[in-house]
């Protein structure tokens, strides 16, 4: 087999010809390669494969028959394996925390269950965070507010946080799942514009990665003071590009929320900024129930 495959790519650089039959043979190489050496499940070997596809006729081109061509390959393989898993733990690292950077702009919204020092806290008859035994909270005003802070965040919210949001604040899910739906529609073009912010973010982190990489690997001190240059350029850009993402608003207006849960605007400003005070200062106790003109706030709401 390697003899064979060794003279198909003489062959093939004698007379220009058979390349379709010779590809295939180095492809199906490529592909089984990584399944030899790693654990890598099917994704993450289609993953290297694609990255190291366009490699194969620059490395056919390459070769010079002073050994095998699979010797030539399968060391070419190893270095890009290498390197390929090297970047991608530098990838699921960053997405990791860029997910985690862009929840936590909305995490003081979602209530959850906290072990507190139940000692520095006063001690309310009841809790506006209090949950029936079906998991809905039972303070109207809590919910209705929970549901603003929804609607506001619309655009950091997946599809699939909406079930367990509608059972915590007691609504139908498609209901919920819809009206978010509705309100991205109206902030599209900002959140598209934030997704363009957000790739050109990662691309200044990918090329810091790789000026810092070859800042430490250089030899002469030329060298590195060019990627010295190089990273701290970039190093700014990254900078710029994460304050531009956090100071860009991708929030509807308040009227808009309003005219979704059917209360006045003044009402969901306000509803907000006590939801925000309640869960900043850790407290417990029942904000006061704002006027809701028309009587309960779930009269309002098509739950339909």
């Known amino acids: 087999m390697k003899t064979s495959l060794t003279g198909a790519v003489v062959a093939y650089k004698k007379t220009g010809q058979g ?12 592909y089984n390669f990584p399944k030899l050496w790693t654990s890598w499940d ?17 490395l056919v081109k390459k070769f010079e028959p002073t050994y095998s061509f699979e010797t030539y390959l399968f060391n070419s393989l190893r270095w890009s394996m290498k390197t390929f898993a090297e970047r991608m733990t530098e990838v699921e690292h960053y997405e990791t925390w860029c997910i985690e950077e862009s929840q936590g702009t909305m995490e003081s919204f979602v209530p959850k269950e906290e072990e507190k020092d139940e000692s520095n806290l006063p001690s309310p008859k009841k809790s506006a965070l209090e949950i029936d035994e079906a998991g809905v909270l039972m303070n ?17 919210f997946g599809d699939h946080d909406i079930p367990r949001i509608a059972r915590l604040i007691g609504l139908n899910e498609d209901w919920l799942l ?11 073009k900002k959140l598209e514009l934030r997704e ?12 810091l990665s790789r000026a810092r990489k070859k800042y430490t690997d250089a030899r002469d001190s030329e060298q590195r003071e060019k990627w010295k240059k190089k990273a701290d350029l970039l190093k700014d850009r990254h900078r ?16 808009s929320i309003g005219e979704i849960v059917n209360v006045p605007t003044g009402t969901v400003s306000s509803g907000l900024h006590f939801l925000r005070r309640y869960l900043n200062e850790g407290q417990k106790q029942s904000a006061a129930k704002p006027y809701v003109k028309g009587g309960d706030w779930t009269d309002n709401v098509d739950n339909g």
């Open 19 to 30: 390349w379709q039959e010779l590809s295939k043979q180095i492809y199906l190489l490529v």
């Open 140 to 156: 109207d005003t809590a919910r209705r507010r929970i549901l603003c802070a929804v609607l506001l965040r619309a655009g950091d």
């Open 240 to 255: 710029r590009a994460c304050r531009n993402i956090r100071e860009m608003s991708v929030t509807p207006s308040h009227k």
């Open 178 to 188: 819809r009206q978010t739906h509705k309100i991205r529609n109206k902030i599209e």
């Open 196 to 207: 363009r912010l957000r790739e050109k973010r990662n691309e200044y982190w990918y090329q």
């Open 42 to 58: 099917e994704d993450r070997c289609s993953e290297f494969f694609l990255s190291f596809h366009p490699r194969v006729p620059r």
